[in-house]
């Protein structure tokens, strides 16, 4: 539904249709900002016939990120390519106890599913990749039981973050998949510098990263070093050919950003966009555009 209160239909059940803008992507990637959904029609998959999970872990950040990049590059899309560094496997170990090695850089969780034969030689190559690059120690789950124990490690990384501090600020930011290991370290060279702690996992397997502060909204000192890290963080994963967020979207924290992604340009046309749709400012107001643009600080690292 429209601010107007019109209502259109967009999409459909055909596998082409090229007829005008593609108005479904637009609408369902506005934030809210351009009309409201009423109705979606979804299409059902089947559960897979067959699922195998993995563990690869790592001494070196650099051979996390490579395997990530060899596993797609042989054509492999898993159906789980999660990523912890050593701060978030510390921290998850001591929560859930899963005897996590607490020695390593990173961890790869890796999950395939779908014909059984397809998945068992999948993950044969995957794990000769992570071998191959290096991997300290590859555990493949030798039944669900095991697996669910595995899956524990990334599934709790949230909950274990969040019971260090009264405050928790998880964001997102998504870099190429072979700058995985580069942002990660741009991200603990920007925690220490304004002295505050900030763990990272996410979605290795198209890069996205989930740096998480732990905090105290009391401090308002710390809270403020916080916000400056992770505009630098933004900063960062631009520079390293990513964007500010690749799952979360803009809202209203990160709308001081945006146009350093996409330039005053871009911004000026989704800001025409906005005014087509919704000329009164009635839908998702304060959201995506913000009074000003935050001042971009060019890093520069050795």
């Known amino acids: 539904m429209l601010a107007s209160g019109e209502i259109i239909r967009t999409g459909g059940k055909l596998m082409k249709d090229v007829a005008g803008y593609d108005l479904t992507k637009l609408l ?101 990749i992570c071998i191959a690059e290096r991997a300290d120690r590859v555990q493949v789950a030798a039944d669900r039981e095991e697996a669910e124990r595995l899956l524990t490690a990334r599934r709790s990384a949230f909950t274990a973050l969040a019971r260090l501090r009264p405050t928790t600020i998880l964001e997102d930011a998504t870099v190429p998949r072979s700058k995985i290991a580069d942002m990660v370290l741009r991200i603990n060279e920007i925690a220490r510098k304004y002295n505050v702690t900030i763990a990272t996992f996410g979605h290795a397997g198209d890069g996205n990263l989930h740096p998480t502060a732990t905090t105290d909204a009391r401090d308002h000192d710390e809270v403020h070093r916080v916000e400056q890290a992770f505009a630098e963080i933004f900063e960062a994963s631009i520079e390293l050919g990513g964007t500010i967020t690749g799952e979360h979207g803009v809202g209203i924290v990160k709308a001081p950003y945006l146009e350093w992604k996409v330039g005053s340009a871009g911004l000026d046309m989704m800001k025409g966009i906005k005014q087509a749709f919704d000329p009164h400012r009635l839908l998702n107001p304060g959201k995506l555009f913000a009074k000003e643009t935050r001042k971009r600080v060019v890093l520069h690292h050795e």
């Open 28 to 128: 369902v990637g506005s934030e809210g900002t351009l009309a409201i959904i009423t109705e979606a029609t979804l299409k059902l998959v089947p559960p897979p016939r067959a699922k195998k999970t993995m563990l690869a872990m790592y001494r070196d950040l650099y051979g996390a990120a490579r395997t990530v990049s060899r596993i797609i590059e042989a054509r492999i899309i898993p159906a789980t390519l999660e990523f912890m560094d050593n701060p978030t496997i510390r921290v998850v170990d001591d929560f859930a106890k899963l005897g996590l090695p607490l020695d390593m850089e990173a961890i790869l969780l890796i999950e395939q599913d779908g014909d059984p034969e397809a998945v068992e030689r999948d993950i044969a190559l995957i794990e000769e």
